[in-house]
Nanobody, 123 residues
Framework: QVQLEESGGGTVQAGDSLRLSCALS???????MAWFRQTPGTEREFVAA????????YYRESVKGRFTISRGNARNTMWLQMNNLKPEDTAVYYC?????????????????WGQGTQVTVSS
C-alpha cells in the first residue's frame, strides 16, 4: 500500500505562484503519477501527469505554460509548480499514483491518493 501526502497549498493573490509537494511512502519510480483538483459539487478533474517510464508529462489545456509537474531525484517526491495563478485554479488539489495509469487523465485509473491540499486564489 502506497501512501501519499500533499503539502504546499494556501491562499494567494491572482498572478502569484505556489509549489505543491507530494511525498510517497515508497520509491515513486515505478508509478505513474498525477495531480487532480476538485471544487465543491464538481467531478475531480485532471491537472497534470508524469509517466514512470521516460518521464513524459501531460497537462490540461488551461494550465499549459503555467504549471509544471516534476519528480525529485530521489523519486519519492513529486511537485506541481503553479505560476500565474488564476481564481479559477481555486480547488482542493490531490496527488495520485498507479503502477500503470492506462488513461492518465482519468481518476479511476489511479489506485493511490493523498488527502488533498486547498489552493485558494483571490482576484
Amino acid at each position: 500500500q502506497v501512501q501519499l501526502e500533499e503539502s504546499g497549498g494556501g491562499t494567494v493573490q491572482a498572478g502569484d505562484s505556489l509549489r505543491l509537494s507530494c511525498a510517497l511512502s515508497a520509491p515513486s519510480g515505478r508509478y505513474d503519477m498525477a495531480w487532480f483538483r476538485q471544487t465543491p459539487g464538481t467531478e475531480r478533474e485532471f491537472v497534470a501527469a508524469i509517466r514512470s517510464t521516460g518521464g513524459r508529462t501531460y497537462y490540461r489545456e488551461s494550465v499549459k505554460g503555467r504549471f509544471t509537474i516534476s519528480r525529485g531525484n530521489a523519486r519519492n517526491t513529486m511537485w506541481l509548480q503553479m505560476n500565474n495563478l488564476k481564481p479559477e485554479d481555486t480547488a482542493v488539489y490531490y496527488c495520485a499514483a498507479d503502477e500503470r495509469a492506462h488513461e492518465y487523465w482519468t481518476s479511476r485509473f489511479y489506485d493511490f491518493w493523498g488527502q488533498g491540499t486547498q489552493v485558494t486564489v483571490s482576484s
